[in-house]
């Protein structure tokens, strides 16, 4: 038996919930923001759940893991009209949803069929997900499914119980949650509730990576090139690398501003981790312009993480970052790229 996939009564066990999920409808009467948190029996982790769907247009509950998760979810609501995909993508979380059958997985329809399961009608289908930085929506692991199922059956008792106290999720503090919280007796998990701090993950510093050779090498050159355009991106084109879980990669584009030609453009993965790769990004950069033999005077940019990022490579090189607001020809280039990826 593989233990990374839920067994048939683990998967039994899911399923069974969100059907009483369905019954309940609870983002009839709940908002996104109502948010509490459920500390996973097996690891102590806290999950905080949050109930979508009061516009009847994606009906899921999703489990935001730990306190990156958590960050992320209010990032994603501050963001309002500026969410982007990737913002999504990124947020460590869990999420159970109801689809149409034409988008579950084959692996999805395989386990319904095996547990004799059947839904009819558009919204009806259920789907669960694992969501990590970098890395394509994946299957649940044992682990996951089993704590899913424990978020899904806290979800329902935490909002029938809003009906007969509304107050239930209030605090006196914006970073104090309700937090679920179990404790085995009998061997059965019983479940109290808790007020939780939570703070914001703290910054934590990133090691910024610089090729020596390519810096000496850029150092023995005169200015060859005044202004380069430069920009980092995720793009939304899976790929199936050595693990089994396909990744989104990201894209160092480089550009000529005056002709609005691209000079180069590097591939790269979250892998180990996203701030590696950010923390690698100015090393590419400055292999890309060794191996043209380019050095410019001044690096522009639309993103404000790219120019910090580049900070270190450009006082080795004695260069000026320019953070502007628009960029024409490169976000034409980036559209181009783009559109070309897509049609692989």
């Known amino acids: ?102 988008t579950l997985h084959q692996k999805d329809r395989d386990v319904i069929k095996e547990l004799g399961l059947k839904y009819r009608g558009k919204l009806a289908w259920p789907q669960f997900q694992s969501y990590a930085p970098g890395l394509v929506p994946w299957y649940l692991t044992a682990v996951e499914a089993r704590f899913l199922t424990h978020a899904l059956e806290q979800m329902l008792g935490v909002t029938a119980r809003l009906e007969d106290d509304p107050e239930l999720l209030d605090t006196e503090d914006d970073d104090e949650y309700l937090v679920r919280v179990p404790t085995k007796q009998d061997g059965t998990w019983v479940w109290h509730d808790e007020r939780h701090q939570v703070q914001s993950p703290e910054a934590q510093s990133t090691s910024i990576y610089l090729d020596r050779r390519a810096l000496e090498l850029l150092q023995s050159l005169p200015p060859t090139l005044g202004t380069i355009d430069v920009d980092f991106f995720w793009t939304p084109v899976p790929v199936l690398g050595e693990q089994a879980r396909p990744y989104y990669p990201y894209m160092l584009l480089l550009l000529e501003p005056g002709s609005g030609m691209i000079l180069g453009t590097e591939t790269m993965i979250a892998v180990p981790s996203m701030e590696e790769m950010w923390g690698t990004m100015p090393m590419k950069l ?29 006082d080795h090189l004695n260069l000026e970052i320019q953070l502007l607001d628009d960029l024409p020809n490169l976000e034409n280039a980036k559209e181009m790229l783009m559109g070309f990826l897509m049609r692989q």
């Open 1 to 102: 038996m593989d233990e990374q996939n839920p067994t048939q009564e683990e998967w039994r066990q899911l399923y069974a919930v969100m059907d009483r999920v369905k019954e309940a409808a609870p983002w009839e009467w709940m908002e996104e923001t109502d948010i509490f948190g459920i500390q996973n029996p097996e690891t102590g982790v806290l999950g905080f759940v949050s109930v979508m769907g009061s516009l009847g247009e994606h009906l899921a509950v999703a489990v935001y893991l730990g306190e990156e998760g958590l960050a992320g979810f209010w990032e994603m609501q501050f963001a309002g009209p500026y969410l982007t995909p990737d913002m999504v993508l990124n947020v460590p979380q869990l999420q159970a949803s109801f689809e149409d059958r034409n």
């Open 286 to 314: 400055g292999q890309m312009l060794a191996r043209s033999r380019l050095r410019p005077g001044f690096i522009r940019t639309t993103s404000e993480q790219v120019a910090s990022y580049l900070e270190p490579l450009a």
